[in-house]
């Protein structure tokens, strides 16, 4: 399954996803990391969808077309580098 498809399943299914980019997380440590997590069914979870670059531009240019980029709030883990919605 493509990124794209699992966004559109996950949206299908009244969810509400989004792409959290990681730079070099534990299970990842010399790449940056796109995982996409849900918000939806009165909670919010990581899904096993995820893509990898060694790039955190390559990472983005396999996330779905038509999302905006939140950027990332100063409380997030410091492994966090933007999120996508």
């Known amino acids: 399954m493509t990124p ?17 980019v990681y730079c ?8 940056y ?18 893509v990898i670059g060694m790039t955190v531009d390559e990472v983005r240019e396999l996330l779905p077309p038509g999302l905006y980029n939140l950027g990332r709030n100063p409380e997030d883990d410091a492994k966090i580098v933007e999120v996508w919605i």
Request: aromatic letters at 6%; proline letters at 7%; hydrophobic letters at 40%.
């Open 4 to 20: 794209t498809e699992a966004h559109r399943i996950s949206r299908a299914a009244g969810g509400l996803p989004m792409w959290v």
């Open 24 to 31: 070099r997380p534990k299970d990842f440590p010399s790449a």
């Open 33 to 50: 990391v796109a995982r996409m997590h849900v918000i939806g069914g009165g909670g919010h979870y990581a899904t096993k969808m995820h």
